[in-house]
């Protein structure tokens, strides 16, 4: 039986792995936080199938006893401060976790478990201020938030240590993934929950940032499948995973309130204090690699993911109502 152990296994992306794996027979550990304040609401119905290990990505001590207790054959860093906007609150916490945290688990595994395969959980938001379009593999990093560089710094991290150490170590490069299971503040769900709720009476309008930002956005259940193929490989490497369709942040309201029969023109209301102090106005990424050479493609459209988080949110709200 192969065991993995998955950080940030609470989480969206963490998640729909765990339930992945799990389906593949294996044994799943996941890193939970000492001081906990994570809610297993994702995990609910699997959550006796896994193992957890107390630990903590800002230290390395922690994450050492992790990997001698699980003995992985595979380990998911997908813990991090995930959250764009809050980096430029949380600058120095969001580089300790998001960016030296990638640098900790690797040493973990470099000490103990040097023949387990690592996948960093790298981010669309490296490339930032865009050099070209679309984004593949090789396209130069410009980030233009804290978060991006600290994404960077834990992308070039696993790089170094697979060319220094000779570790199996794979970054997938992922764009805008979403679901039901997308936290509240993530600008997809803050859409799809207000939809419900103003479908359902309880809320009166939506307050956004730039409604003009262009995403590429797919179904993260559909990303986790790309993260283990990388590392079923023979070789590690490197591979930007994405839908290669972009859409703005008003095409998804427009989906997302139409869906549900409302003009959203009579709803949304754009709210400056909701602008990023650096935009990242284009991001979409070139998923050609990925479909080479593992065999990945995305199943769930842009308008089917829409609508699959509007009854989600629409089903909870009809509950109290």
Not at 131 to 156: D, L, N, R
Not at 200 to 219: P, S, V, Y
Not at 297 to 305: A, N, S, W
């Amino acid at each position: 039986m192969k065991r993995a152990l998955i950080t940030g296994i609470t989480g969206q992306d963490g998640s729909y792995l765990s339930g992945l794996l799990l389906e593949k027979g294996y044994k799943v550990y996941g890193l939970k936080r000492r001081a906990s304040t994570e809610n297993y609401e994702n995990i609910k119905n699997i959550k006796k199938e896994i193992e957890f290990i107390s630990g903590d990505l800002d230290d390395l001590s922690s994450l050492i006893q992790a990997v001698k207790l699980s003995m992985p054959d595979e380990i998911y860093n997908l813990g991090a401060q995930s959250f764009v906007t809050d980096s430029w609150s949380q600058p120095v916490y969001t580089a300790q976790v998001t960016g030296l945290g990638a640098l900790k688990m690797l040493e973990a595994v470099k000490q103990v478990k040097q023949d387990a395969r690592f996948y960093q959980a790298s981010s669309s938001e490296m490339f930032g201020r865009v050099i070209e379009t679309p984004q593949m593999e090789t396209t130069p990093f410009y980030p233009c938030s804290p978060y991006g560089v600290a994404k960077v710094y834990g992308h070039w991290i696993t790089v170094n240590y697979r060319e220094s150490y000779d570790l199996f170590a794979c970054s997938g490069i992922l764009f805008n993934h979403e679901s039901p299971r997308r936290g509240i503040q993530f600008v997809t769900r803050k859409v799809t929950d207000a939809v419900a709720r103003i479908k359902c009476g309880l809320q009166t309008e939506l307050r956004l940032g730039n409604i003009d930002a262009k995403r590429d956005w797919g179904f993260a259940g559909d990303y986790v499948k790309a993260m283990w193929l990388m590392l079923q490989q023979e070789k590690p490497d490197d591979f930007v995973v994405a839908t290669g369709e972009t859409h703005t942040v008003r095409d998804l309201v427009d989906a997302a309130f139409s869906y549900v029969g409302l003009r959203w023109e009579d709803y949304v209301v754009q709210d400056p204090a909701f602008m990023r102090p650096a935009e990242v106005d284009l991001l979409l990424g070139n998923p050609e690699k990925a479909k080479k050479e593992l065999g990945w493609e995305p199943k769930i459209t842009f308008q089917e993911l829409v609508e699959m988080m509007v009854d989600h949110d629409l089903e909870k709200y009809s509950q109290i109502t």
